[in-house]
């Protein structure tokens, strides 16, 4: 009832422009961008495009009052009792990332539309686009964590889908795998981290824990929950050690690796960081943690950089250590750190996607990303060449761009802590990121653009088409705009996001190029000239890194692991699965057997209740004789294929009595008509296979087979004794009153079925559907030859269809479908309805094949069952969807009485619509069944065997 | 009465446990069959034995059998068809494709 009401709310919600559908627009428009691909080429682009501009336009109403300092929190009850809601968020920061994530994915949109080449399928690339798009919005967007760690997931799963986006090769697979593996295996520990909060705060929702500081630092809890989290917010982030992902995520097509590894999915790390500030921070182990994960990040990542050949594995390693730097600054913890550290999310998110476009025009026009071959490019694509120099100048934080404003804010902030004894060395370690920073920064202009002629490239150089460069542009202006006039253009959204980072005042700063002549400059100066030193005397330090390089590669390690790990998994299954039904079920069965006998002795526990028994009667007691003997015989005769079928027969029969004795009709007719069905089924797969089972089990092996049938049906026989001797408590009271009031019929059983838990009949109708379909898949243009000969080699009967039986067959025919029309009819009220009327048509339908044969029958009635099953599926849904039309929720019955001429008073129920539904599903899948099977038999007659099957 | 119900599905239980041990296809499905009688007995009966009063809301009848159990063994009955249909079908196929009958594709002796 939850789901459906709460199924039925969201509906509604759909008519107000909302939060939500901010994040949920790009989820709809992968689907619908998908689609539209098979149209033409470009529309994915134009599409992708559209979509991301009409959550840019949902979200714009809202930006004026985030800006004034509101937070808007949206929540769509989902599990109220449980505390689960789908709740968003949208304060300063929120929307700074939102922002972020939508504009810079407009530009890779458009980038990517001339990136991809004509064998790259547009629409997969853009749904999987959109798909990311979307988790990252739920993210930034979430107010309650646990949907927050949804979206987290969905990140991780949708960047594994751009990484492999080139599945055919081995570096696209092996690296989104590990990108998956790596930051899968932190959201696990995030969602850890995550429960142990919400057990602490005593609530899932941001706001709460924001301002619950004081009781989650106090609580004994705290470190084991703090290193949880940082570990989701290291892995996604590729902090040191978990790093190694991101370069080998590089195999991602460059509009990919320019979104997810610059500005958006490495992001939502530091995200987890600004977001729960004010939470986590300012405790020594926060300090600690954060502080030397982030410091060894900035400087492991800024000096491999120096060494990469590749374009893109530069601006990898350039990424973690940026990222590193933004870690450090929320590490240190000072209001102004966290303001820094807001400013340089923008700040690297607008200078490195252009590197990374520009990288990708480099490679998409010379055919290589080869630093070691790339040279003189500036001649013959100056305009590319130009772009790539202002974001480098800005990356390694030359003044005038922006990068320089944040990195000298964090220069400041290394100071803090300058007079305590080892002080001294968070400003060295910056400014030796620094210098490394300049110096690969310098190395990527230098070698790409000048250093003599380009020689011995794939492809003759030139500038790409005009609009691929736009995107670049565009943030290439904002490097220099923010960079140049930072109060006029990134404080108003710096300033409402930091102070939502802050949850508190914002401390004062100034964004100005121009401090006056500080310790911080000084820095920066040495990093400058260092760098372009280091940039001279790379040969030496290249050398050196040549012996050490090994060491620090990471994959290796991971690598070890995951080939230990695949090893023992494979170990455990090898020893766990022995490639035997048998031997497992007897585990199996084994295994539940002592389970539920410990149970039993461990507790105090009379067998016998004290429940008032009912008498034995003589004709239940000469059932229940025949009964066992039936089960029994079956047993012992079940190398006879058939008599075994004819004596399970019997049981079924027996079994629809006992239903008939415990006042169950609706079940005895259900049983009675199902045991029909299966014997025949059962018959004519008889038919083609071997008619005797070998023995092939020793005596042994049966003895102890017996032995544990026997020690089972002793555990069930007694659990069910002890449970019949004992009164209990149904919740049946509640169907009994209501079924005529509520659901408009006295035959209660069927009213739950349609009414009360309408929702479960429509799932096992479902069930039936598919087992009916997968079964038509299995045997659809099956040939089989079958017998001509019995067991005894006696042949079979060349009479197959007797005159007499045929014309009675046909005669009895109609009778049969007015009794199940009847029997459908009635369902509400008496004993029937849409299962049981299905299988007496289904019984009807079969005998005229068995009579008449498949041919003759199938001339005269045609009918294709698959759409027949499609029509009851979708007359039950309809049925529920109608009530959703006045505003109950799904699959509410009513009824009305009406007066007919002749056949006088005449209920009319919603829920007969849902039992006709119901009764279309069985017919057709059992006929569906049935006759495919048939139809192989028909086929066998017709050819000739070719060998006898025994 | 409640001592013959618990013979009932304790035999169905137990042939339905060593004909599911079996080595051919053909046994397995009937074992199967036995179980799912076996368990349908079993969900109606933990509502306990009612004789002589259907869950059908009649004037003057006081007391009705629990019809909660009834609805989950209806539907019950309908997909043990589907289940048993499906693998004696796959038993066919498997015959057909691996030239024998044994459950795990194999001959033994």
Redesign the interface.
């Known amino acids: 009832m939850a789901l459906q009401y709460s199924l039925f709310v969201a509906l509604n919600y759909f008519h107000f422009m909302n939060l939500s559908l901010v994040a949920l627009t790009p989820f709809i428009g992968a689907v619908f961008v998908a689609l539209v691909s098979r149209l033409g080429r470009l529309h994915a682009a134009w599409g992708a495009g559209a979509v991301a501009l009409l959550a840019l336009a949902i979200l714009s109403p809202l930006m004026v009052d985030t800006f004034a300092g509101q937070v808007f929190v949206q929540r769509i009850s989902w599990m109220p009792m449980l505390g689960l809601d789908i709740v968003f968020r949208l304060d300063g920061l929120g929307l700074l990332f939102a922002l972020m994530i939508l504009c810079i994915g407009l530009l890779i949109i458009l980038y990517a539309r001339y990136y991809l080449s004509e064998h790259d399928d547009m629409g997969r690339f853009y749904a999987y686009l959109l798909l990311f798009m979307g988790s990252m919005l739920g993210i930034v967007l979430s107010e309650n964590i646990i949907q927050m760690l949804i979206f987290w997931e969905l990140t991780s799963l949708s960047s594994f889908l751009l990484i492999s986006y080139w599945q055919t090769r081995q570096e696209s697979r092996v690296g989104a795998r590990m990108a998956l593996a790596v930051t899968g295996g932190g959201g696990l520990a995030l969602l850890g981290g995550f429960l142990l909060l919400g057990e602490i705060v005593g609530s899932y929702d941001l706001s709460v824990i924001l301002a619950s500081a004081d009781v989650i630092q106090n609580h004994s809890l705290y470190l084991p929950m703090l290193v949880l989290v940082l570990l989701g917010a290291f892995t996604k982030s590729a902090q040191f050690p978990f790093h190694f992902w991101l370069p080998n995520a590089m195999a991602a097509p460059t509009p990919v690796s320019a979104y997810l590894h610059s500005a958006t999915m490495v992001k939502a790390g530091v995200f987890l960081l600004a977001r729960m500030f004010p939470a986590l921070s300012g405790t020594p182990e926060w300090f600690w943690l954060v502080c030397i994960t982030g410091l060894t990040t900035l400087v492991f990542g800024a000096y491999v950089a120096m060494f990469k050949d590749d374009l893109k594995g530069l601006l990898a390693y350039s990424t973690i250590s940026h990222l590193g730097l933004i870690t450090l600054l929320f590490g240190i913890g000072t209001p102004l750190a966290a303001v820094a550290g807001v400013f340089h999310i923008i700040n690297h998110a607008i200078f490195k996607a252009s590197l990374f476009m520009a990288a990708g025009i480099i490679h998409h026009e010379t055919g290589t990303r080869d630093m070691r071959v790339l040279s003189g490019l500036w001649k013959y694509m100056p305009h590319t060449a130009l772009l790539a120099m202002v974001a480098a100048a800005s990356m390694a934080g030359v003044p005038l761009f922006n990068g320089f404003l944040s990195k000298e804010m964090f220069f400041a902030e290394t100071l803090f802590v300058v007079n305590e004894p080892w002080g001294w060395l968070l400003p060295t370690a910056a400014t030796m990121a620094g210098i490394f920073a300049v110096a690969y920064s310098l190395r990527f202009i230098h070698t790409v653009f000048f250093h003599g002629e380009p020689t011995g490239l794939p492809k003759k150089p030139h500038e790409p088409p005009r609009w691929m460069k736009v995107p670049v542009e565009i943030l290439v202006f904002l490097c220099l705009l923010v960079g140049i006039l930072p109060a006029l253009t990134v404080e108003p959204i710096l300033a409402v996001a930091a102070t939502s980072v802050l949850q508190g005042p914002l401390p004062p700063h100034d964004l100005a190029i121009w401090h006056g002549f500080n310790t911080a400059l000084v820095m920066s100066i040495i990093a400058l000239v260092g760098g372009v030193l280091a940039y001279l005397g790379r040969r030496p330090l290249a050398a050196f890194q040549e012996r050490i390089d090994k060491k620090l590669e990471f994959r290796r390690f991971y690598d070890h692991l995951l080939g230990k790990l695949f090893k023992y998994s494979g170990k455990i299954t090898r020893a766990l699965d022995t490639h035997s039904l048998q031997r497992m079920v007897f585990v199996f069965i084994s295994f539940v057997l002592v389970l539920g006998m410990t149970g039993f002795w461990g507790s105090e526990f009379t067998l016998t209740g004290d429940r008032a028994l009912l008498p034995i009667d003589s004709v239940s007691a000469l059932m229940t004789l025949i009964i066992v003997f039936a089960a029994i015989a079956t047993v012992i005769m079940h190398r006879e294929r058939l008599i075994a079928l004819i004596l399970l027969g019997a049981v079924g029969l027996g079994v629809a009595l006992v239903f008939v004795k415990f006042s169950a009709p609706d079940l005895a007719l259900t049983q009675l008509s199902v045991e029909v069905v299966t014997v025949i089924l059962i018959l004519l797969a008889l038919y083609f296979l071997p008619q005797r089972s070998p023995k092939e089990s020793s005596t042994l092996l049966r003895s102890r087979d017996a032995v544990i049938a026997t020690v089972a049906g002793g555990s069930v026989a007694v659990l069910v004794w002890a449970v019949l001797t004992r009164p209990y408590q149904t919740i049946a009271d509640y169907f009994l009153e209501n079924s005529l009031p509520g659901g408009g019929g006295t035959n209660v059983v069927n009213v739950i079925l349609v009414d009360f838990r309408g929702y479960d009949t429509l799932g096992e109708i479902t069930v039936l559907a598919l087992a009916g379909l997968g079964i038509y898949a299995m045997v659809d243009r099956l040939k089989l030859s079958g017998s001509l000969h019995d067991a005894e080699d006696r042949p079979w009967d060349k009479n197959i269809h007797p005159v007499i039986m045929a014309s009675f067959s046909r005669l009895l025919l109609p009778l049969a479908l007015l009794v199940s029309m009847y029997i459908l009819l009635r369902g509400h009220n008496l004993p029937g309805g849409g299962f049981i009327a299905g299988l007496v048509t289904a019984v009807a339908l079969v005998m005229q094949y068995l009579a008449n044969g498949v041919i003759w029958t199938q001339e005269r009635i045609p009918t294709n069952m698959h759409v027949v099953i499609g029509a009851g599926l979708f007359i039950a849904t309809i049925t529920g969807i109608a009530s959703w039309l006045f505003g109950y929720p799904f699959l509410t019955s009513t009824f009305t009485h009406i007066h007919w001429p002749i056949i006088g008073e005449f209920e009319l129920a919603s829920a007969m619509a849902f039992d006709l539904g119901v009764y279309l599903v069985v017919v057709s899948a059992t006929l569906l069944i049935l006759i495919h099977l048939g139809m192989v038999h028909s086929q066998s007659h017709l050819a000739k065997p070719r060998k006898r099957i025994r | 009465?409640?001592?013959?119900?618990?013979?009932?599905?304790?035999?169905?239980?137990?042939?339905g446990?060593?004909?599911?041990?079996?080595?051919?296809?053909?046994?397995?499905?009937?074992g199967l069959?036995?179980l799912s009688?076996?368990v349908?007995?079993?969900l109606?009966?933990?509502?306990?034995?009612?004789?002589?009063?259907?869950?059908?809301?009649?004037e003057g009848m006081s007391g009705?059998?629990?019809?909660?159990p009834?609805?989950l063994?209806?539907?019950a009955?309908?997909?043990?068809?589907?289940?048993?249909?499906?693998v004696?079908?796959?038993?066919?196929?498997a015959?057909?494709e691996m030239g024998n009958?044994?459950?795990?594709g194999k001959h033994?002796?």
């Open positions: 009465m409640e001592a013959l119900v618990s013979i009932i599905i304790g035999v169905l239980t137990a042939c446990v060593y004909l599911a041990l079996r080595g051919h296809t053909f046994p397995v499905v009937l069959t036995f009688y076996a349908n007995l079993f109606l009966v933990m509502g306990r034995l009612t004789i002589g009063s259907p869950p059908i809301i009649a009705y059998a629990d019809p909660l009834q609805a063994v209806l539907t009955i309908v997909i043990s068809f589907g289940m048993t249909a499906f004696i079908v796959l038993a066919l196929k015959h057909l009958d044994h459950v795990d033994k002796s």
